[in-house]
Protein backbone atom coordinates (compact mmCIF):
# COMPACT_ATOMS: atom_id res chain seq x y z
CA UNK A 1 0.00 0.00 0.00
CA UNK A 2 1.32 3.27 -0.68
CA UNK A 3 1.33 6.27 1.68
CA UNK A 4 -1.15 8.11 -0.22
CA UNK A 5 -3.64 4.99 -0.88
CA UNK A 6 -2.96 4.40 3.72
CA UNK A 7 -3.85 8.19 4.34
CA UNK A 8 -6.93 8.10 1.76
CA UNK A 9 -7.92 5.25 3.97
CA UNK A 10 -7.34 6.27 7.48
CA UNK A 11 -9.25 9.64 6.57
CA UNK A 12 -11.26 11.21 9.29
CA UNK A 13 -14.02 11.20 6.79
CA UNK A 14 -15.54 8.00 5.97
CA UNK A 15 -18.66 7.11 4.50
CA UNK A 16 -20.55 3.59 4.03
CA UNK A 17 -23.16 3.25 1.93
CA UNK A 18 -24.19 -0.56 1.75
CA UNK A 19 -27.38 -0.79 -1.14
CA UNK A 20 -29.01 -4.29 -0.44
CA UNK A 21 -27.12 -5.99 2.03
CA UNK A 22 -26.50 -8.87 1.15
CA UNK A 23 -26.69 -12.25 2.98
CA UNK A 24 -29.92 -10.95 5.00
CA UNK A 25 -34.02 -11.90 4.31
CA UNK A 26 -35.52 -9.00 2.46
CA UNK A 27 -33.63 -5.13 1.24
CA UNK A 28 -32.49 -3.29 3.68
CA UNK A 29 -29.64 -0.25 3.67
CA UNK A 30 -26.48 0.53 5.84
CA UNK A 31 -26.03 4.28 5.84
CA UNK A 32 -22.75 5.64 7.68
CA UNK A 33 -21.47 9.45 7.96
CA UNK A 34 -18.71 10.46 9.72
CA UNK A 35 -17.12 13.83 8.96
CA UNK A 36 -14.08 15.21 10.54
CA UNK A 37 -13.82 12.21 12.55
CA UNK A 38 -17.49 13.20 14.15
CA UNK A 39 -20.03 10.42 13.65
CA UNK A 40 -22.74 12.50 11.77
CA UNK A 41 -25.29 9.67 10.33
CA UNK A 42 -25.88 6.12 11.37
CA UNK A 43 -28.91 3.86 9.84
CA UNK A 44 -30.30 0.74 9.16
CA UNK A 45 -33.17 1.58 6.67
CA UNK A 46 -35.70 -0.95 5.76
CA UNK A 47 -36.72 0.32 2.31
CA UNK A 48 -38.83 -2.92 1.44
CA UNK A 49 -42.23 -1.51 0.32
CA UNK A 50 -44.75 -2.26 3.30
CA UNK A 51 -47.44 -4.66 3.07
CA UNK A 52 -50.10 -4.53 4.81
CA UNK A 53 -51.29 -7.48 6.50
CA UNK A 54 -52.92 -5.85 9.83
CA UNK A 55 -54.89 -4.40 7.08
CA UNK A 56 -55.57 -7.72 5.06
CA UNK A 57 -56.93 -9.01 8.47
CA UNK A 58 -59.79 -6.62 9.09
CA UNK A 59 -63.34 -8.02 8.22
CA UNK A 60 -61.89 -11.58 7.90
CA UNK A 61 -63.27 -14.64 10.26
CA UNK A 62 -60.81 -15.48 13.19
CA UNK A 63 -60.67 -18.76 11.42
CA UNK A 64 -58.98 -17.66 8.82
CA UNK A 65 -56.41 -15.74 10.96
CA UNK A 66 -53.48 -17.86 10.39
CA UNK A 67 -53.76 -19.29 6.64
CA UNK A 68 -53.08 -15.30 6.25
CA UNK A 69 -50.93 -14.22 8.70
CA UNK A 70 -48.25 -17.18 7.54
CA UNK A 71 -47.74 -15.47 4.43
CA UNK A 72 -45.73 -12.80 6.35
CA UNK A 73 -42.52 -14.71 5.91
CA UNK A 74 -41.35 -17.79 4.42
CA UNK A 75 -38.84 -18.35 6.84
CA UNK A 76 -40.77 -17.83 9.76
CA UNK A 77 -44.28 -19.34 8.30
CA UNK A 78 -44.37 -21.53 11.50
CA UNK A 79 -43.68 -19.03 13.90
CA UNK A 80 -46.22 -16.74 13.05
CA UNK A 81 -48.93 -19.37 12.53
CA UNK A 82 -48.75 -20.44 15.89
CA UNK A 83 -49.05 -16.68 17.12
CA UNK A 84 -51.48 -16.02 15.03
CA UNK A 85 -53.23 -19.49 16.43
CA UNK A 86 -52.81 -19.12 20.06
CA UNK A 87 -54.26 -15.64 19.75
CA UNK A 88 -57.28 -16.57 18.19
CA UNK A 89 -57.54 -19.24 20.89
CA UNK A 90 -56.95 -16.44 23.71
CA UNK A 91 -60.03 -14.51 22.09
CA UNK A 92 -62.49 -17.27 21.61
CA UNK A 93 -61.36 -18.67 25.01
CA UNK A 94 -60.47 -22.33 23.70
CA UNK A 95 -57.40 -24.20 25.66
CA UNK A 96 -55.50 -26.80 23.37
CA UNK A 97 -54.76 -30.28 24.50
CA UNK A 98 -51.50 -31.48 26.02
CA UNK A 99 -50.84 -33.51 22.70
CA UNK A 100 -51.84 -30.42 20.67
CA UNK A 101 -49.25 -28.03 22.64
CA UNK A 102 -46.59 -31.00 22.63
CA UNK A 103 -46.91 -30.69 18.50
CA UNK A 104 -46.89 -27.20 18.62
CA UNK A 105 -43.61 -27.20 20.34
CA UNK A 106 -41.64 -29.66 18.49
CA UNK A 107 -42.81 -27.21 15.41
CA UNK A 108 -41.42 -24.51 16.65
CA UNK A 109 -38.34 -26.58 18.02
CA UNK A 110 -37.68 -27.17 14.07
CA UNK A 111 -38.51 -24.07 12.73
CA UNK A 112 -35.68 -22.52 14.88
CA UNK A 113 -33.33 -26.24 13.21
CA UNK A 114 -34.56 -24.80 10.10
CA UNK A 115 -33.53 -21.09 10.18
CA UNK A 116 -30.77 -21.01 12.84
CA UNK A 117 -28.83 -23.89 10.68
CA UNK A 118 -29.25 -21.21 7.34
CA UNK A 119 -27.90 -18.39 8.92
CA UNK A 120 -25.13 -20.53 10.83
CA UNK A 121 -23.58 -21.41 7.38
CA UNK A 122 -24.67 -19.71 4.27
CA UNK A 123 -25.22 -16.53 6.25
CA UNK A 124 -22.66 -15.62 8.32
CA UNK A 125 -19.44 -18.51 8.04
CA UNK A 126 -18.47 -16.91 4.41
CA UNK A 127 -18.01 -13.40 6.95
CA UNK A 128 -16.05 -15.57 8.72
CA UNK A 129 -14.47 -17.32 6.34
CA UNK A 130 -13.00 -14.42 4.34
CA UNK A 131 -15.51 -15.48 1.26
CA UNK A 132 -18.45 -13.71 -0.74
CA UNK A 133 -20.58 -16.40 -0.46
CA UNK A 134 -21.14 -20.16 0.34
CA UNK A 135 -20.51 -20.53 -3.45
CA UNK A 136 -17.09 -20.92 -2.88
CA UNK A 137 -16.96 -23.16 -0.44
CA UNK A 138 -18.48 -25.82 -2.41
CA UNK A 139 -14.78 -26.26 -4.51
CA UNK A 140 -12.78 -25.73 -1.06
CA UNK A 141 -15.18 -27.39 1.85
CA UNK A 142 -17.60 -29.57 -0.16
CA UNK A 143 -17.99 -31.94 2.87
CA UNK A 144 -19.03 -29.02 4.90
CA UNK A 145 -21.28 -27.31 2.60
CA UNK A 146 -23.54 -31.10 2.32
CA UNK A 147 -23.13 -31.06 5.82
CA UNK A 148 -24.88 -27.85 6.25
CA UNK A 149 -27.28 -28.92 3.55
CA UNK A 150 -28.08 -32.70 5.37
CA UNK A 151 -29.09 -30.59 8.50
CA UNK A 152 -31.24 -28.56 6.83
CA UNK A 153 -32.97 -30.85 4.91
CA UNK A 154 -33.84 -33.02 8.56
CA UNK A 155 -35.71 -29.74 10.02
CA UNK A 156 -37.62 -28.74 6.60
CA UNK A 157 -38.68 -32.40 6.80
CA UNK A 158 -39.75 -31.95 9.95
CA UNK A 159 -42.24 -29.21 8.83
CA UNK A 160 -43.11 -31.08 6.45
CA UNK A 161 -44.19 -34.33 8.58
CA UNK A 162 -45.95 -32.12 11.54
CA UNK A 163 -47.71 -29.41 9.76
CA UNK A 164 -48.31 -30.53 6.04
CA UNK A 165 -45.47 -27.96 4.41
CA UNK A 166 -42.47 -26.06 6.12
CA UNK A 167 -43.21 -23.11 4.58
CA UNK A 168 -46.58 -21.79 4.97
CA UNK A 169 -47.67 -24.59 6.99
CA UNK A 170 -51.82 -26.25 6.98
CA UNK A 171 -52.50 -28.20 9.53
CA UNK A 172 -52.21 -26.17 12.47
CA UNK A 173 -55.02 -24.29 13.46
CA UNK A 174 -57.27 -22.98 16.01
CA UNK A 175 -57.81 -25.76 18.81
CA UNK A 176 -56.13 -28.59 17.05
CA UNK A 177 -54.62 -29.94 14.02
CA UNK A 178 -56.72 -30.74 10.62
CA UNK A 179 -54.90 -34.08 10.48
CA UNK A 180 -52.35 -36.13 12.73
CA UNK A 181 -48.78 -36.48 11.41
CA UNK A 182 -47.79 -40.09 9.60
CA UNK A 183 -46.55 -42.83 11.48
CA UNK A 184 -43.94 -43.58 8.95
CA UNK A 185 -43.07 -39.47 8.71
CA UNK A 186 -42.47 -39.69 12.86
CA UNK A 187 -40.21 -42.39 12.31
CA UNK A 188 -38.16 -41.41 9.68
CA UNK A 189 -37.82 -37.70 11.23
CA UNK A 190 -36.73 -39.26 14.55
CA UNK A 191 -34.30 -41.10 12.55
CA UNK A 192 -33.36 -37.95 10.95
CA UNK A 193 -32.52 -36.12 13.98
CA UNK A 194 -30.74 -38.77 15.50
CA UNK A 195 -28.29 -38.65 12.72
CA UNK A 196 -28.10 -35.02 12.89
CA UNK A 197 -26.21 -35.84 16.76
CA UNK A 198 -23.36 -36.34 14.54
CA UNK A 199 -23.44 -33.80 12.25
CA UNK A 200 -23.93 -31.15 15.53
CA UNK A 201 -21.02 -32.04 16.87
CA UNK A 202 -19.09 -31.67 13.79
CA UNK A 203 -20.59 -28.11 13.68
CA UNK A 204 -19.12 -27.25 17.10
CA UNK A 205 -16.01 -28.06 16.65
CA UNK A 206 -15.41 -25.87 13.29
CA UNK A 207 -17.34 -23.34 15.01
CA UNK A 208 -15.02 -23.62 18.17
CA UNK A 209 -12.19 -22.55 15.95
CA UNK A 210 -13.56 -19.56 13.90
CA UNK A 211 -12.77 -16.28 15.25
CA UNK A 212 -15.75 -13.63 16.27
CA UNK A 213 -15.62 -9.93 15.87
CA UNK A 214 -15.00 -8.55 19.65
CA UNK A 215 -17.30 -5.71 20.80
CA UNK A 216 -19.00 -5.50 23.85
CA UNK A 217 -21.69 -3.32 24.63
CA UNK A 218 -24.45 -4.25 27.35
CA UNK A 219 -27.90 -3.79 26.75
CA UNK A 220 -31.33 -4.92 27.43
CA UNK A 221 -32.30 -8.30 26.51
CA UNK A 222 -36.09 -9.52 26.06
CA UNK A 223 -37.77 -12.87 25.51
CA UNK A 224 -40.00 -15.23 27.33
CA UNK A 225 -39.07 -16.94 30.27
CA UNK A 226 -40.69 -19.65 32.25
CA UNK A 227 -39.98 -21.62 35.55
CA UNK A 228 -40.62 -25.07 33.42
CA UNK A 229 -38.80 -24.48 30.48
CA UNK A 230 -36.63 -23.20 27.99
CA UNK A 231 -39.26 -20.59 26.71
CA UNK A 232 -40.30 -21.32 23.32
CA UNK A 233 -43.99 -21.69 23.00
CA UNK A 234 -45.34 -19.88 26.32
CA UNK A 235 -43.94 -17.86 29.30
CA UNK A 236 -44.05 -14.16 30.53
CA UNK A 237 -41.84 -11.55 29.28
CA UNK A 238 -38.79 -10.67 30.74
CA UNK A 239 -35.49 -7.71 30.71
CA UNK A 240 -32.07 -9.04 31.61
CA UNK A 241 -33.56 -11.95 33.67
CA UNK A 242 -35.46 -9.19 35.84
CA UNK A 243 -39.68 -9.06 37.30
CA UNK A 244 -42.25 -10.73 34.82
CA UNK A 245 -44.45 -9.23 32.39
CA UNK A 246 -47.36 -10.88 31.50
CA UNK A 247 -47.44 -11.36 27.47
CA UNK A 248 -51.20 -9.76 27.88
CA UNK A 249 -49.55 -6.04 28.97
CA UNK A 250 -46.69 -6.35 26.47
CA UNK A 251 -47.93 -2.81 25.02
CA UNK A 252 -46.83 -1.52 28.64
CA UNK A 253 -43.11 -3.24 28.42
CA UNK A 254 -42.27 -1.45 25.36
CA UNK A 255 -43.36 1.42 22.68
CA UNK A 256 -42.96 1.36 18.84
CA UNK A 257 -42.69 4.62 17.02
CA UNK A 258 -41.78 5.39 13.38
CA UNK A 259 -38.91 7.44 11.92
CA UNK A 260 -38.28 9.50 8.51
CA UNK A 261 -36.12 6.80 7.32
CA UNK A 262 -37.35 3.37 7.32
CA UNK A 263 -40.53 1.51 6.19
CA UNK A 264 -40.22 -0.44 9.85
CA UNK A 265 -40.83 1.10 13.60
CA UNK A 266 -38.57 1.25 15.98
CA UNK A 267 -39.24 -0.33 19.60
CA UNK A 268 -37.83 0.73 22.98
CA UNK A 269 -38.25 -0.17 27.02
CA UNK A 270 -38.05 3.28 29.03
CA UNK A 271 -36.74 4.96 26.62
CA UNK A 272 -33.94 2.79 25.05
CA UNK A 273 -33.21 0.16 22.73
CA UNK A 274 -33.14 -3.49 23.10
CA UNK A 275 -32.61 -6.82 21.82
CA UNK A 276 -34.70 -10.40 20.90
CA UNK A 277 -33.61 -12.98 19.46
CA UNK A 278 -31.14 -15.79 20.31
CA UNK A 279 -29.00 -14.36 22.55
CA UNK A 280 -31.52 -12.12 24.21
CA UNK A 281 -33.00 -15.73 25.06
CA UNK A 282 -29.56 -17.35 26.31
CA UNK A 283 -28.88 -14.53 28.34
CA UNK A 284 -32.64 -14.45 30.38
CA UNK A 285 -33.00 -18.31 30.33
CA UNK A 286 -29.37 -19.97 30.21
CA UNK A 287 -30.23 -22.30 33.56
CA UNK A 288 -33.25 -23.94 30.94
CA UNK A 289 -31.06 -25.10 28.18
CA UNK A 290 -30.70 -28.66 28.43
CA UNK A 291 -27.10 -31.09 29.45
CA UNK A 292 -26.33 -31.31 26.37
CA UNK A 293 -26.64 -27.21 25.00
CA UNK A 294 -24.99 -26.08 28.52
CA UNK A 295 -22.37 -28.63 27.36
CA UNK A 296 -21.52 -26.66 23.75
CA UNK A 297 -22.35 -23.53 25.36
CA UNK A 298 -18.89 -24.38 27.49
CA UNK A 299 -17.13 -25.81 24.55
CA UNK A 300 -17.48 -22.76 22.63
CA UNK A 301 -16.49 -20.23 25.46
CA UNK A 302 -20.23 -18.91 25.41
CA UNK A 303 -20.88 -17.75 28.92
CA UNK A 304 -24.08 -15.71 30.14
CA UNK A 305 -24.37 -12.66 30.39
CA UNK A 306 -22.74 -12.13 26.85
CA UNK A 307 -23.10 -8.58 25.38
CA UNK A 308 -21.00 -9.21 21.83
CA UNK A 309 -24.03 -8.83 19.76
CA UNK A 310 -21.70 -11.12 16.65
CA UNK A 311 -22.13 -13.90 19.18
CA UNK A 312 -26.08 -14.26 18.69
CA UNK A 313 -24.64 -16.67 15.97
CA UNK A 314 -23.25 -18.73 18.54
CA UNK A 315 -26.34 -18.84 20.84
CA UNK A 316 -28.12 -19.51 17.93
CA UNK A 317 -25.78 -22.77 17.46
CA UNK A 318 -26.39 -23.40 21.26
CA UNK A 319 -29.75 -23.52 20.45
CA UNK A 320 -29.92 -25.84 17.73
CA UNK A 321 -28.30 -28.26 20.59
CA UNK A 322 -31.10 -27.66 22.94
CA UNK A 323 -33.57 -27.60 20.55
CA UNK A 324 -32.20 -31.08 18.68
CA UNK A 325 -32.17 -32.69 22.04
CA UNK A 326 -36.04 -31.38 22.94
CA UNK A 327 -37.31 -32.79 19.44
CA UNK A 328 -35.60 -36.13 20.24
CA UNK A 329 -37.12 -36.16 23.78
CA UNK A 330 -40.73 -35.44 22.48
CA UNK A 331 -40.21 -37.70 19.14
CA UNK A 332 -39.77 -40.75 22.03
CA UNK A 333 -42.49 -39.98 23.91
CA UNK A 334 -44.63 -39.59 21.02
CA UNK A 335 -43.60 -43.18 19.61
CA UNK A 336 -43.70 -44.75 22.70
CA UNK A 337 -47.28 -43.34 24.02
CA UNK A 338 -49.03 -42.00 21.09
CA UNK A 339 -51.33 -39.41 20.69
CA UNK A 340 -54.82 -38.71 21.32
CA UNK A 341 -56.08 -38.24 17.81
CA UNK A 342 -59.57 -37.25 19.43
CA UNK A 343 -57.90 -34.44 21.60
CA UNK A 344 -55.82 -33.13 18.81
CA UNK A 345 -58.02 -33.65 15.33
CA UNK A 346 -60.04 -30.52 15.35
CA UNK A 347 -63.86 -32.14 15.05
CA UNK A 348 -66.04 -28.34 15.44
CA UNK A 349 -63.71 -26.40 13.07
CA UNK A 350 -66.79 -24.50 11.76
CA UNK A 351 -68.24 -24.62 8.01
CA UNK A 352 -67.95 -21.98 5.21
CA UNK A 353 -71.67 -21.55 5.11
CA UNK A 354 -71.84 -20.72 8.99
CA UNK A 355 -68.92 -18.11 9.60
CA UNK A 356 -70.27 -14.79 10.42
CA UNK A 357 -73.64 -16.98 11.68
CA UNK A 358 -72.33 -17.96 15.15
CA UNK A 359 -72.90 -15.90 17.68
CA UNK A 360 -69.38 -14.76 20.01
CA UNK A 361 -68.30 -12.74 23.04
CA UNK A 362 -66.03 -9.47 21.68
CA UNK A 363 -62.97 -10.09 22.53
CA UNK A 364 -59.10 -9.46 22.20
CA UNK A 365 -56.71 -12.31 22.27
CA UNK A 366 -52.94 -11.65 22.78
CA UNK A 367 -50.05 -14.51 21.65
CA UNK A 368 -46.49 -14.42 21.69
CA UNK A 369 -43.96 -17.23 20.39
CA UNK A 370 -40.17 -17.15 20.47
CA UNK A 371 -39.47 -17.33 16.44
CA UNK A 372 -35.66 -17.94 15.43
CA UNK A 373 -35.33 -13.98 15.85
CA UNK A 374 -37.38 -13.01 18.83
CA UNK A 375 -40.04 -12.63 20.56
CA UNK A 376 -43.02 -12.53 17.95
CA UNK A 377 -47.03 -10.94 18.95
CA UNK A 378 -49.89 -11.13 17.51
CA UNK A 379 -53.29 -9.47 18.97
CA UNK A 380 -56.67 -9.71 17.43
CA UNK A 381 -59.78 -8.07 18.20
CA UNK A 382 -62.98 -9.95 17.35
CA UNK A 383 -66.90 -9.10 16.72
CA UNK A 384 -69.84 -11.00 17.93
CA UNK A 385 -69.39 -12.28 14.28
CA UNK A 386 -66.23 -13.58 15.39
CA UNK A 387 -64.50 -10.86 12.36
CA UNK A 388 -61.30 -9.41 13.48
CA UNK A 389 -61.82 -5.94 13.73
CA UNK A 390 -58.21 -4.53 14.60
CA UNK A 391 -54.73 -6.44 14.22
CA UNK A 392 -50.92 -6.18 15.48
CA UNK A 393 -48.25 -8.18 14.69
CA UNK A 394 -44.97 -7.00 16.18
CA UNK A 395 -42.02 -8.19 14.44
CA UNK A 396 -38.71 -9.13 16.00
CA UNK A 397 -36.74 -7.72 13.32
CA UNK A 398 -38.43 -4.26 13.93
CA UNK A 399 -37.48 -4.86 17.73
CA UNK A 400 -33.55 -5.16 17.02
CA UNK A 401 -33.65 -2.15 14.79
CA UNK A 402 -33.00 0.42 17.45
CA UNK A 403 -30.17 -1.53 19.30
CA UNK A 404 -28.85 -2.84 16.13
CA UNK A 405 -28.58 1.29 15.21
CA UNK A 406 -27.00 1.83 18.57
CA UNK A 407 -24.57 -0.90 18.35
CA UNK A 408 -23.36 1.00 15.03
CA UNK A 409 -22.99 4.42 16.78
CA UNK A 410 -20.63 2.90 19.63
CA UNK A 411 -18.86 0.69 17.21
CA UNK A 412 -17.51 3.13 14.97
CA UNK A 413 -15.86 5.81 17.10
CA UNK A 414 -13.98 2.61 18.11
CA UNK A 415 -12.56 1.73 15.03
CA UNK A 416 -12.16 4.55 13.38
CA UNK A 417 -8.94 5.82 12.61
CA UNK A 418 -7.76 2.05 12.81
CA UNK A 419 -9.40 0.18 10.37
CA UNK A 420 -9.97 1.35 6.81
CA UNK A 421 -13.45 2.09 4.87
CA UNK A 422 -13.55 -1.34 3.54
CA UNK A 423 -12.87 -2.76 6.70
CA UNK A 424 -15.54 -0.48 8.60
CA UNK A 425 -18.23 -1.57 5.82
CA UNK A 426 -17.34 -4.99 6.61
CA UNK A 427 -17.89 -4.43 10.06
CA UNK A 428 -20.97 -2.85 9.95
CA UNK A 429 -22.29 -5.35 7.41
CA UNK A 430 -21.76 -8.50 9.93
CA UNK A 431 -23.27 -6.65 12.23
CA UNK A 432 -26.24 -6.49 10.31
CA UNK A 433 -25.69 -10.00 9.84
CA UNK A 434 -25.46 -10.80 13.50
CA UNK A 435 -29.30 -9.88 14.21
CA UNK A 436 -30.46 -12.38 11.23
CA UNK A 437 -32.62 -9.77 10.37
CA UNK A 438 -35.94 -10.91 8.58
CA UNK A 439 -36.17 -7.51 6.61
CA UNK A 440 -39.53 -8.20 4.76
CA UNK A 441 -41.40 -9.14 8.09
CA UNK A 442 -40.66 -5.80 9.31
CA UNK A 443 -42.28 -4.01 6.59
CA UNK A 444 -46.06 -4.47 7.00
CA UNK A 445 -46.40 -2.49 9.80
CA UNK A 446 -46.42 1.25 8.07
CA UNK A 447 -49.66 2.86 9.11
CA UNK A 448 -51.22 4.71 5.88
CA UNK A 449 -53.91 7.72 6.56
CA UNK A 450 -55.45 8.80 3.32
CA UNK A 451 -56.80 12.11 3.40
Not at 415 to 439: F, H, N, W
Amino acid sequence: MTPNSSKQAYSKDVKVDVHYLTRVEGHGNIVVDVKDGRLTKCEFQVIESPRFFESMLVDRSIWEAQHITSRICGICACGHSLASVKAGEDALGIKPSEDTILLRKLLLYAEALDSHILHIYVLVAPDLLGVKSIMPLIKTDKPIVEMALRMKRMSDYAGEVLAGRHIHPISFVIGGLTQMPSQDGLEKLYKLMLDSRKDTDETLKIFKKLKFPEFQRPTQYMSLASDEEYAFYDGDLVVNGGSKTRVRNYKQLFTETVVDYSRAKIATINNKPYAVGALSRFNNNFEKLNKKAKAASAELGLKAPCHNPYLNTVAQLVEWVHCLEESIAIMEKILKNGLDEKKVVVSSWPKRSQIGKIKYKPNTGIACVEVPRGSLFHEYSINESGHITQANCVIPTNQNMGNLEEDMRQLVPLVLGKKTQEEITLDMEMLARSYDPCISCSTHLLDVKFV
